[in-house]
């Protein structure tokens, strides 16, 4: 009988984490065909739920738990998670019930109809202010035009793999780590499901829009180097813009006697490139902290405890 582990990050989830492994053991007592492990993954959480998670490991042999020494963030929970999976197939999924475990059965289906991964797109957002679905559209359009990998709109980390595609995945062992690009770019062929936005009916986010703003940043600049050309360009078309604007200035004062006030356009020519230089550092600078996180090779988390016997390592 095939095997499958459903791996769960968690932070600060005390308020939902037995009931998210209540609906979930109840969707799949109804799967005979696989046997199933869960795998939870507390990113250093500051509440009881690693103490729950232990409850739910005394009641249940098939529920294992890795605990982070503090909090490494979602990314590493999830690579984690994978590092530690050794079933024929792995899912991932939130704790939080905003992917719904009924989905499963089907992605299971898609699976064994010889897809090699079955993920979820979330088709309408509920509960949250227009400017952020704005934000999220134009984000999945521009990522899209800038890398080399097309990410689905509504794109979640919900989705069953088979072992082939997690092995590939955890041998990206990047540390700073966009996994919506990573599962694209590795290939494989996959089957999207779409699902309605289900309404978070206890706990809060733990994304703010700054966190999410900062993430989409890292997605692109792991994937594209477009940004860099981008800034080669606008400094090309800017030193031209430059030369043509000296030349004229240079013919109008000297050819024709046309006095040129200086104040204004120096102003203006100030307030633009100090802008522009602003820019290209900044981008220069995502780049450059990408590069000096990876060489100072440090590990992706540091764990601090586990139930599962064989611990492998982290990179």
Same mark, same amino acid.
């Given at each position: 009988?095939? #095997? ?12 939902? $984490?037995? &009931?998210? @492994? ?5 969707? =799949?007592?109804?799967?005979?065909? @696989? ?25 249940? !042999? ?19 998670? =994978? /590092?530690? !999976? ?16 009924? %989905? ?18 979330? &088709? ?11 934000? #999220? ?35 990206? #062992? ?5 996994? /919506? ?13 779409? @699902? ?17 703003? /900062? ?14 050309? $981008? ?7 800017? !030193? ?9 200035? %240079?013919?109008?004062?000297?050819? @024709? ?9 120096? %102003? ?8 522009? $230089? ?17 060489? /100072? ?19």
């Amino acid at each position: 009988m095939e #095997s499958i582990d459903i791996i769960v990050p968690c932070y600060n989830e005390e308020e939902v $984490i037995k &009931v998210f @492994y209540k609906e979930t053991k109840k969707v =799949l007592n109804n799967i005979s065909t @696989y046997t199933f492990r869960f795998i939870f993954i507390d990113d250093g959480s500051g509440d009881r739920t690693l103490e729950y998670i232990k409850d739910l490991a005394k009641e249940d !042999s098939e529920v294992k738990y890795l605990s982070f020494s503090r909090n490494f963030g979602k990314e590493a929970g999830m690579y984690a998670g =994978l /590092k530690h !999976s050794t079933a024929d197939y792995a899912v991932i999924m939130d704790a939080d019930l905003q992917h719904p475990p009924e %989905l499963l059965p089907k992605m299971i289906e898609e699976i064994r109809n010889g897809h090699d991964c079955c993920a979820a797109r979330r &088709v309408k957002r509920r509960g949250n202010e227009p400017f952020r679905n704005l934000f #999220s559209k134009a984000y999945y359009k521009i990522s899209n035009k800038l890398t080399n990998v097309e990410l689905v709109q509504g794109a979640v980390d919900y989705r069953i793999m088979t072992r082939q595609m997690v092995e590939a995945v955890i041998e990206l #062992s990047e540390v700073q780590r966009f996994s /919506k690009g990573i599962f694209e770019w590795v290939g494989f062929d996959t089957k999207w499901i779409s @699902y309605k936005d289900v309404d978070r009916t206890i706990g809060k986010t733990k994304w703010s829009f700054f966190g999410l703003f /900062k993430y989409g940043i890292g997605g692109i600049t792991a994937f594209s180097v477009v940004p860099l050309q $981008i800034v080669t360009v606008m400094g090309f078309l800017i !030193s031209l813009f430059a030369f043509f604007y000296i030349a004229i200035t %240079l013919v109008r004062t000297f050819i @024709y006697g046309i006095e040129v006030p200086g104040y204004v356009t120096t %102003l203006s020519a100030v307030l633009f490139l100090g802008g522009i $230089i602003e820019l290209s550092i900044g981008i220069l600078g995502e780049y450059i902290a990408q590069i000096y996180m990876e060489a /100072k090779d440090r590990p992706i988390y540091i764990l601090k405890q586990t139930n599962i016997k064989q611990v492998k390592k982290t990179k």
